[in-house]
């Protein structure tokens, strides 16, 4: 009989469907990624604490794939007022997934932050973020493309390098690589314990992990998740999350039996 795969909670966006339908959704390439690469389950979970709480989250799941989304973080999460700049928000993912971001720092579960989950756990650890990059001196526009194909939108645009012999350069093999770019918004003051462990040329942070944290926190500024297992940057990412997911998995496993 095969392993039971370790089972990933990945966060859904709240959408509307057709103008009229509200959704939870969650793009078919995030579970491709945990499927094929990670070697896990995924299993999307309505962000909304109306129908899930933060510990029900903990006990179900083996770890989170905090993905991307439209809606932004709101500001008044890290102590600023809205504006225009800021965009769309989704104040019931806000509600769930920051505290369930520092309850996994604390007991070790592993998650993976990508995009909009970056900016959370930047968030999360008491850090701030610019409402709009492009509109900064000196940077560029990280934003996709508005038109054109899924692989032109997701095409690498940009160089993100590492710090030498940080995390990341360990787990690539390289202290830089070429990434695509969909984001809008970015770090403007990292939180506690946030590491900047990589940047794009115009000195946006693009990989972070958490200091002293005992499950695996890396997340990045990009898209992985797209071709994730044929991708060279993307592949050991998500495989290194499945091993960490195994290792909780395999953890938990031994606290119960």
């Known amino acids: 009989m095969s392993p039971k795969r370790p089972v990933v909670g990945v966060i859904g966006n709240s959408a509307m469907l057709n103008e009229t339908y509200a959704v939870h959704a969650g793009g078919v390439m995030n579970s491709c990624a945990i499927a094929e690469v990670s070697g896990a389950m995924p299993l999307l979970v309505p962000a909304d604490p109306r129908f899930v709480s933060v510990e029900e989250l903990l006990e179900t799941f083996d770890g989170f794939l905090l993905t991307g989304g439209r809606p932004n973080v709101h500001p ?5 007022e809205p504006t225009e700049a800021h965009g769309d928000f989704d104040r019931s993912r806000d509600a769930i997934v920051l505290p369930l971001v520092r309850a996994c720092v604390e007991r070790g579960q592993p998650f993976f932050g990508v995009c909009r989950g970056f900016q959370e756990v930047n968030v999360a650890m008491g850090g701030t973020l610019y409402p709009e990059i492009r509109d900064l001196p000196g940077r560029l526009n990280h934003r996709m493309p508005p038109e054109g194909t899924i692989e032109e939108k997701f095409a690498l ?11 990341f350069h360990k787990l690539l093999g390289a202290s830089e690589a070429m990434t695509n770019t969909l984001h809008g918004q970015g770090i403007k003051t990292p939180g506690k314990r946030i590491v900047i462990d990589g940047y794009a040329p115009d000195g ?7 200091k002293d ?25 998500f495989a290194a999350f499945g091993q960490a997911l195994r290792a909780w998995q395999g953890r938990d ?5």
């Open 76 to 80: 008044e999460e890290y102590g600023e």
């Open 157 to 167: 645009r940009h160089i993100v390098t590492f710090t030498e012999g940080g995390v």
């Open 204 to 210: 946006t942070p693009e990989a972070i992990y958490i």
């Open 213 to 237: 944290a005992p499950g695996f926190t890396l997340s990045v500024q990009w898209h992985p998740e797209y071709n994730a297992a044929n991708d060279p940057v993307s592949r050991p990412l």
């Open 253 to 257: 496993r031994a606290s119960n039996g």
